[in-house]
């Protein structure tokens, strides 16, 4: 399986400087502003760079200030590289970005590298562009670059906290919108319906899943629209009626997990999956029963989470769990051992470690 094997970062936001070699499942752990969601929103960045809106993303943000490490005049550069790999096949992106007088980003030199393990003594690098105010990786068809932009299209972050009355996934969508799991699954009611047309045996594992944490749920009955059959919504019915019910008559959390559930039980899983606190508003069962199936997800598929959640991390193994620690105003990311902890582990599991504040990543 094709991995992120490693991630370098350099000012970006509180992220000063951290390199991070990546195993399949990869929980982040730390206290309010440590730069967790700062890891995450390195994607989301790369994702809008890619799709030529680095210059709207930089004033959304608030400037260059916003996102270099403490601003220009302390960080006048960004600096990101990433390596993906499976075996013998790997390939890397590298990306250098400068703050400029006007407060916004310009790139500095962006180039993919082809590391054939089995060709090349050093890799070999393709640069796309060089002095330039967007992207021009996906405007080059050499084999390399293309191999790189399908890598970092396929690192996908999901965040599933709206759930408000106006939350799209409690709307109508497209059937056919149905390719792949939306970001805050506003298309969840069409994958759903596409998984019971085309793949009754997941469909049914999320069904059932579901039911662990939400017993009063018997099933979904998702159908096209009868007034309008190029749109449907999420439809549901309680155990022992035939009352209708829709998204909306879902509590949060059992919403939450709906999505959650959709996403790491489904066939084809992304080759990277992000994360940010995906335990919100989750009862201790749901987040126990969620800790097992990122386990199961990252047997297909690799598996990046920020949490402050005890009760997750209580489910997991030194191995997967990263700490981050806000220290002389920078993040910095440390990966535990389960060798260093073995003694550790006999007496306590790793959250209460963590709340004892043995592990740091504490306020």
Known sequence: MRTLEKL???NFKSIRDQTLALGRLNVFIGGNGAGKSNLIEVFKFLRELMSERLGEYTAKKGGADALLHFGRKKSPAMFLKLLFGE?????SYELGLMGTLDDTLMISHEQAYDHGRDKFD???PWQASFISRESKLKQDNRPCTRQVVHDLENCRVYHFHDTSDTAAVKGTCDV??????RPQADNLAAFLYWMQQKQPDHFQNISDTIRQIAPFFAEFRLEPSKLNESKIRLEWRERSSDAYFNASS??????????LATLLLQPDLPAVILLDEPELGLHPEAVNLLAGLLESASTRTQVIVATQSVTLVNQLTPESVWTVDRENGQSVFRHLSGADMSGWLEGYSLGELWEKNLLGARP
């Open 122 to 124: 050093q890799p070999h």
């Open 8 to 10: 370098i970062i350099q």
């Open 87 to 91: 075996g013998d096949n790997a390939h």
């Open 250 to 259: 879902l509590s949060d959390g059992t919403l939450r997990f709906c999505c």
């Open 176 to 181: 056919e919108d149905n390719r792949f799991l």
